[in-house]
């Protein structure tokens, strides 16, 4: 019934030539996510990019199961020393994870270019 | 629509997760014909998913031979949505969700249903059932002439 979270990896890199990996996120984000979540970030390996962009353009809905995927997700990247943004939040989800304290781990943005400026 | 006719809205849900979606979108057709703005269903949508989860998940323990009810009952400025399973219900309410000590590993990064729906409805109230059955969690949410 939920539908299923497909996710893949993009390499960019910031305006001033840093590299940054793109988790590019789709479907519902929800307790069954934790493949698409946790293992495409884990996946990304020791030598992954110290800058992390996650994409949420494409997922039309986030469940509080799935909002914990993505605090682990945090958890995991500060650990690693690395740094998170996401972009492409609906107006009400950019509310529902700034509620539960997001911003403070992971500033959000409306768009990539924005992001990636901000990295 | 200019003059709303109060009425009552009812689906039973499988305990099986993802069925919260059905939930969802009937809770957000009845909202639109009462004339609630778009991000107050937005809110609404979300409170009524977890209230759905939570009786999925921990009323019924996922199991499909018992089914969740949705009850909604829609009045020309508000719309209640009781939420009921087959379980004893919350003992305490938990504690408000502190990302600090999620992102250090002291608090589960789960359990924030809860807190969601007291933050996106108006009255939120959950109610164990007699003889340890039966439980509900009714959700209100209310048009505001002056800011609608």
Same mark, same amino acid.
């Given at each position: 019934m939920q539908s299923e979270t497909r996710a893949h990896v993009d390499q960019l890199t910031t305006p001033a030539g840093d590299p940054v990996a793109v988790l590019r996120f789709e479907g519902d984000i929800a307790s069954t996510s934790r493949n698409a979540v946790l293992g495409t970030y884990q996946a990304l390996?020791?030598?992954a990019a110290k800058l992390i962009l996650l994409d949420f353009t494409k997922? &039309?809905?986030? =469940?509080?199961?799935?909002? #914990? /995927?993505?605090?682990? /997700? /945090?958890? &995991? #990247? #500060? =650990? #690693?020393g690395q740094k998170v943004a996401a972009f492409g939040l609906s107006a009400h989800f950019t509310k529902v994870f700034t509620m539960v304290g997001i911003p403070k781990y992971a500033s959000l943005f409306s768009a990539q270019a924005e992001a990636l400026a901000a990295l | 629509m200019s003059e709303?006719?109060?009425t009552t809205v009812e689906v039973r849900l499988p305990s099986r997760m993802g069925y919260e979606k059905v939930a969802m979108s009937t809770a957000a057709a009845v909202a639109k014909l009462i004339g609630f703005r778009e991000d107050r269903i937005e809110d609404l949508k979300t409170a009524v998913a977890e209230a759905c989860i939570n009786a999925i998940e921990h009323g019924n323990r996922l199991n499909e031979n018992l089914s969740v009810g949705v009850v909604l009952n829609a009045s020309a400025h508000s719309l209640e949505v009781k939420v009921t399973d087959d $379980?004893? $219900?919350m003992a305490t309410q938990?504690?408000?969700?502190d990302i600090d000590r999620k992102m250090h590993g002291q608090e589960d990064p789960r359990g924030m249903g809860m807190f969601l729906i007291h933050a996106l409805v108006d009255e939120a109230e959950w109610v164990a059932g007699a003889d340890g059955k039966g439980s509900y969690v009714r959700l209100v949410i209310r048009l505001d002439k002056d800011t609608e």
């Amino acid at each position: 019934m939920q539908s299923e979270t497909r996710a893949h990896v993009d390499q960019l890199t910031t305006p001033a030539g840093d590299p940054v990996a793109v988790l590019r996120f789709e479907g519902d984000i929800a307790s069954t996510s934790r493949n698409a979540v946790l293992g495409t970030y884990q996946a990304l390996g020791k030598d992954a990019a110290k800058l992390i962009l996650l994409d949420f353009t494409k997922v &039309e809905y986030i =469940n509080s199961s799935g909002i #914990a /995927l993505v605090i682990q /997700l /945090l958890m &995991e #990247a #500060a =650990n #690693a020393g690395q740094k998170v943004a996401a972009f492409g939040l609906s107006a009400h989800f950019t509310k529902v994870f700034t509620m539960v304290g997001i911003p403070k781990y992971a500033s959000l943005f409306s768009a990539q270019a924005e992001a990636l400026a901000a990295l | 629509m200019s003059e709303f006719k109060s009425t009552t809205v009812e689906v039973r849900l499988p305990s099986r997760m993802g069925y919260e979606k059905v939930a969802m979108s009937t809770a957000a057709a009845v909202a639109k014909l009462i004339g609630f703005r778009e991000d107050r269903i937005e809110d609404l949508k979300t409170a009524v998913a977890e209230a759905c989860i939570n009786a999925i998940e921990h009323g019924n323990r996922l199991n499909e031979n018992l089914s969740v009810g949705v009850v909604l009952n829609a009045s020309a400025h508000s719309l209640e949505v009781k939420v009921t399973d087959d $379980g004893k $219900g919350m003992a305490t309410q938990p504690a408000k969700p502190d990302i600090d000590r999620k992102m250090h590993g002291q608090e589960d990064p789960r359990g924030m249903g809860m807190f969601l729906i007291h933050a996106l409805v108006d009255e939120a109230e959950w109610v164990a059932g007699a003889d340890g059955k039966g439980s509900y969690v009714r959700l209100v949410i209310r048009l505001d002439k002056d800011t609608e």
